[in-house]
């Protein structure tokens, strides 16, 4: 018996969440819907010029594995927090969650915690301005003995591909868990992250890994492909499991020569945030617990749906409950 069902690896990210209109936006030099890098001083600016806060742990596949937490699974988060308010803040939340945080936080670390200053439009739509701080520091040395060797799954983050060290992380985690017995993923993050490590990427797929999911806008970027059965037939090459979200349209799941595709109900979204992070972790859910393909995209439809009814990327029902009511389990 393994200690975790799941682990993930990725950014560990305070999440400062406000409503904003497109004016507002616009006036701050916001671009919408999409998550762009900022430094220190612009952070802090932005921080400032937010109302009504709310804050929470973020991050990707840290809101992933809370997902599963709320699903039961024992889980644990590889990921990288200073030693201040926001890092300790960010570790007790992940306990508490249910998710064994298994680095202490750095003390004299080189930078602060990180931090995402996220702005929600009335559409739903997140603006999410990220100042990586400690957390990008993260690399081998960050992944303790006993933890990817002694998990099922493993997740990984695209995100952390923007510096050697998180590849090299991710190499040493992925090699780990396969070596015992288990599987290995990545959630591809944000075609912008595709454009800038394709090859990277491409090689991890095929090489390390055993699924992948990401988005419509991800699989053509990565496959360089105007197509998405093209994108999808290229993927299926390169690894056994692939899953492709598409918003309104569903989930896209190809395993060998099978292919499911699951539709959606339509939702208006109260705020998009963690939307993709919390289908991730329904599917993953199924996948732990030997679902069929089908039922696995399933579970992330209806985690995705409670995710995007309210404010923040953590769930507020009972998934769990969520799933009998859709006769999921």
């Given at each position: 018996?393994?200690?975790?069902?799941?682990?993930?690896?990725?950014?560990?990210?305070?999440?400062?969440?406000?409503?904003?209109?497109?004016?507002?936006?616009?006036?701050?030099?916001?671009?919408?819907?999409?998550?762009?890098?900022?430094?220190?001083?612009?952070?802090?600016?932005?921080?400032?010029?937010?109302?009504?806060?709310?804050?929470?742990?973020?991050?990707?596949?840290?809101?992933?594995?809370?997902?599963?937490?709320?699903?039961g699974l024992k889980t644990?988060?590889?990921?990288?927090?200073?030693?201040?308010?926001?890092?300790?803040?960010?570790?007790?939340?992940?306990?508490?969650?249910?998710?064994?945080?298994?680095?202490?936080?750095?003390?004299?670390?080189?930078?602060?915690?990180?931090?995402?200053?996220?702005?929600?439009?009335?559409?739903?739509?997140?603006?999410?301005?990220?100042?990586?701080?400690?957390?990008?520091?993260?690399?081998?040395?960050?992944?303790?003995?006993?933890?990817?060797?002694?998990?099922?799954?493993?997740?990984?983050?695209?995100?952390?591909?923007?510096?050697?060290?998180?590849?090299?992380?991710?190499?040493?985690?992925?090699?780990?868990?396969?070596?015992?017995?288990?599987?290995?993923?990545?959630?591809?993050?944000?075609?912008?992250?595709?454009?800038?490590?394709?090859?990277?990427?491409?090689?991890?797929?095929?090489?390390?890994?055993?699924?992948?999911?990401?988005?419509?806008?991800?699989?053509?970027?990565?496959?360089?492909?105007?197509?998405?059965?093209?994108?999808?037939?290229?993927?299926?090459?390169?690894?056994?499991?692939?899953?492709?979200?598409?918003?309104?349209?569903?989930?896209?799941?190809?395993?060998?020569?099978?292919?499911?595709?699951?539709?959606?109900?339509?939702?208006?979204?109260?705020?998009?945030?963690g939307a993709g992070d919390?289908?991730?972790?329904?599917?993953?859910?199924?996948?732990?617990?030997?679902?069929?393909?089908?039922?696995?995209?399933?579970?992330?439809?209806?985690?995705?749906?409670?995710?995007?009814?309210?404010?923040?990327?953590?769930?507020?029902?009972?998934?769990?409950?969520?799933?009998?009511?859709?006769?999921?389990?």
């Amino acid at each position: 018996m393994k200690t975790y069902k799941v682990v993930g690896i990725g950014n560990a990210i305070v999440d400062v969440l406000t409503q904003s209109d497109d004016q507002f936006l616009a006036h701050m030099g916001i671009e919408k819907g999409i998550m762009q890098l900022v430094e220190r001083e612009r952070a802090e600016t932005l921080y400032g010029a937010m109302d009504n806060r709310v804050q929470a742990p973020g991050g990707s596949v840290a809101n992933t594995l809370a997902g599963l937490g709320n699903l039961g699974l024992k889980t644990g988060f590889v990921g990288r927090v200073a030693d201040d308010a926001l890092g300790t803040f960010y570790a007790d939340a992940m306990e508490q969650g249910g998710t064994d945080f298994v680095n202490a936080p750095v003390a004299g670390a080189e930078a602060p915690t990180s931090r995402s200053m996220i702005f929600v439009s009335p559409d739903g739509e997140r603006s999410m301005n990220t100042y990586l701080g400690v957390s990008a520091e993260l690399g081998p040395d960050d992944l303790a003995d006993g933890v990817a060797d002694q998990a099922e799954i493993v997740f990984l983050e695209g995100y952390l591909f923007d510096k050697d060290k998180g590849k090299e992380a991710f190499l040493k985690t992925a090699r780990a868990c396969r070596a015992a017995g288990g599987k290995a993923g990545i959630a591809i993050s944000d075609p912008f992250c595709v454009e800038r490590h394709r090859d990277d990427f491409l090689a991890l797929i095929k090489d390390e890994l055993d699924y992948f999911i990401g988005n419509r806008a991800e699989l053509l970027s990565l496959f360089q492909a105007d197509d998405l059965d093209a994108a999808l037939g290229k993927a299926a090459e390169i690894c056994p499991l692939v899953v492709c979200t598409q918003s309104g349209d569903g989930v896209t799941i190809v395993q060998g020569e099978t292919r499911v595709h699951v539709g959606v109900q339509e939702v208006v979204p109260v705020d998009a945030t963690g939307a993709g992070d919390l289908f991730a972790a329904g599917f993953l859910y199924g996948l732990a617990t030997g679902a069929d393909l089908e039922t696995c995209g399933k579970m992330g439809n209806v985690c995705a749906a409670e995710i995007i009814s309210h404010m923040g990327a953590r769930p507020e029902a009972d998934l769990q409950a969520l799933f009998k009511q859709n006769g999921l389990i």
